[in-house]
């Protein structure tokens, strides 16, 4: 039987695999992210864990109409394009 991802590495994976064409973060509702995390953790609420992960700096959180959009942080709108080279390159 194949080993349960942590949820860090569900919301990460969600995040790429759920992301349309052209698009860096995903909608928590739209993406059918929220159903999806509630079906993988029964009876664990996934605002409360991408919340963690957020204040964590794992992950970024923009709200927007109907629900939330999750970015990786190294994709974030906002993260200055130097920021964005430093972590490609490894030294920030």
Known sequence: MEEKLSREEFIRK???????DGYKGIHSVYSGFNEAFKKY???????????KL????KIV????????????PEEAPGASSADQALKKMGLS
Request: cysteine-free; charged content about 25%; overall charge positive.
């Open 61 to 72: 959180i923009r709200p927007v109409k109907g629900g939330v959009m999750l970015y990786l």
């Open 14 to 20: 969600a995040i790429i695999s759920l992301r349309k």
């Open 54 to 57: 957020a204040r964590d700096g």
């Open 41 to 51: 953790f029964p009876g664990e609420n996934p605002v409360e864990e991408t919340n």
